[in-house]
């Protein structure tokens, strides 16, 4: 089992910047593809960003510019750097990754969610 554990949200005025961070940890044998996903309220959850295990990474046409995704591998986390905030960015940003496990198999874990509010 892995446990992934967000940290970063809060409330900040349009046009600022917020780190999310989240670190997995439990039976982890290599941790593969890394994402942040956002649901608002009323919303479908939304991929983000992502980052595979070789450093590609991808984002929604919404945060492209504004928005960058980076990993630790040494610390098994990932970040999400969002700056340019825009009120539409308010939601619950939900850290996800798939792990391999020691005995075999690829599995998908979520976070708990972190909420992120833009706001004046």
């Known amino acids: 089992q892995v446990q992934l554990v967000e940290s970063g949200g809060g409330l900040v005025q349009p046009g600022g910047s917020l780190r999310l961070s989240c670190a997995a940890s439990?039976?982890?044998?290599?941790?593969?593809?890394m994402a942040w996903y956002r649901q608002a309220p009323g919303k479908e959850r939304e991929l983000v960003a992502s980052?595979?295990?070789?450093?590609?990474?991808r984002f929604a046409d919404s945060v492209k510019g504004r928005f960058t995704i980076s990993r630790d591998n040494a610390k098994n986390a990932v970040y999400l750097q969002m700056n340019s905030l825009k009120p539409e960015d308010t939601a619950v940003y939900y850290c996800?990754?798939?792990?391999?496990?020691?005995?075999?198999?690829?599995?998908?874990?979520w976070g708990q969610g972190t909420q992120v509010t833009v706001s004046s």
């Open positions: 439990g039976r982890i044998f290599r941790i593969n593809s």
């Open positions: 996800n990754v798939d792990s391999w496990a020691v005995s075999g198999g690829l599995y998908n874990y």
């Open positions: 980052i595979s295990s070789d450093g590609r990474t």
